[in-house]
Each structure stands twice: as C-alpha cells, then as structure tokens.
C-alpha cells in the first residue's frame, strides 16, 4: 500500500480550522467543569441535604452514562423542551457537565483528606468560612488530586472527538471530511491521532506546570 499524505496535507486549511475549534472548545470546557466540579464537591459536603441529594444525583448520572448519549440528549432531546442550542455550545456544556461530574467526586475526595486540626486553626485566627475553604482548605485539597484531575480533563479533551456526531467542525471532523473527499482515510487518521497525542502531551504539561504555581501553590 502506498501512503499519500502529500493529498491529506493539501487540505491543511480545514485540519487547521478543526485543531483550533479543538482547543477552543477544551479551553473553554476544562476551567468550566472544574469550577463546577468544585462547587458541587462543597454542596455534597457542605451543602443542605435537598442540594445534596440534587448534586449526588447529577454525579451519579454523568458518571454512569456514555459520553456521546449526553451530548445528544443536550443536542437532539433538549429541543423538545424549546431549547436549542448550537453544536458549539451543546459540545462545550457536554464537556463541561462530564468534567465536573468527575472532578466533583475527586474534589471532595481532596478535602475529606484535609486535617482538622487545619481547619480549627484556622477558625482561631476568625477566618471566615469562605476563606477558611478558599485558602485553607480548597489549594491542599487541590494539590493531593491534582494528578487525577489532569488525567480526567485529559479524557474529556479526547471526547471531544465525539462532538463531530452532532457536527461540531473539530479535528475528527475534519478527518471525517478529508477522508470522504480524498479517500485516504488511513492517511487521515493518522494524521489525527498524532494530533490528537500532541495536544494530549501539551495539556498535560501546561496543566503540571501550571497547577503548583497559579492554582495550589504559594502564587495561588
């Protein structure tokens, strides 16, 4: 068999359109569902036991089904009800809602590991209950799931390969489309999967380098 990816090169403009909506899309996605995740994490621990059921519902929900019927349920379901939404947003708040799910229970996970003693210290020097959690309480618990937490939102920005069934224009997509027109599917796919380790080996060190600076460590 003869390799041509000389033809799947030669469509670049589209390869280039679908890499940058990948990354917008995680861009926007990741922060989102980890900012969910914590607050849901604070609503199981903290919260009244009606937000609790409510949140310990949506956890088991997102965390038991498959990626791909959420994101039609958000896509193709939710017009029934009069809300529709774009392939764009349906993908990002597909993401988003996947993320927090997991990051709620890896959260929570990180805080119930936290001493108490660094808790009454705390109240003895009359933080607040917002700071206590914000400062001493939430960047340790943080820091101890950190590598867990890189890992899931690694998972979600490779479901994104998923959002082309609801014709999200993203790097699958257009290897989906390259494909049908140029009939060099094993050139394409390939193309993709390199793409798609190079984005996954980027994050990951952004996400390690960043975490001990801006969000657990002594500059957060």
């Not at 764009?88 to 805080?111: D, F, H, K, P, T």
């Not at 590991?113 to 009454?120: D, F, N, R």
């Not at 494909?179 to 980027?202: D, H, K, M, N, Q």
Request: proline letters at 5%.
């Amino acid at each position: 068999m003869a390799l041509d990816f000389a033809t799947v090169l030669g469509q670049w403009p589209m390869l280039a359109h679908g890499l940058v909506l990948t990354v917008v899309l995680t861009g926007i996605a990741i922060p989102l569902g980890v900012l969910l995740g914590i607050a849901c994490a604070w609503c199981r621990l903290y919260g009244a036991a009606p937000l609790r059921f409510a949140v310990a519902a949506y956890v088991e929900v997102f965390r038991n089904t498959p990626f791909i019927i959420q994101l039609f349920f958000l896509f193709f379901g939710l017009p029934s009800l009069g809300v529709r939404l774009s392939p764009e947003v349906a993908s990002v708040l597909a993401m988003m809602l996947n993320l927090g799910a997991y990051a709620c229970e890896q959260v929570r996970a990180g805080i119930e590991a936290t001493l108490h003693g660094q808790i009454e210290a705390a109240q003895c020097l009359a933080l607040s209950p917002w700071h206590i959690f914000t400062r001493v309480v939430l960047p340790p618990s943080l820091g101890r799931v950190w590598p867990s937490l890189v890992g899931q939102t690694i998972i979600v920005m490779l479901g994104s390969s998923v959002c082309s069934q609801i014709s999200t224009e993203e790097i699958s997509y257009a290897a989906n489309l390259i494909s049908s027109r140029t009939f060099r599917s094993f050139e394409s796919y390939i193309l993709v999967t390199v793409v798609y380790l190079g984005l996954a080996v980027v994050l990951r060190q952004l996400l390690n380098w960043a975490g001990p600076r801006w969000v657990f460590g002594r500059r957060a």
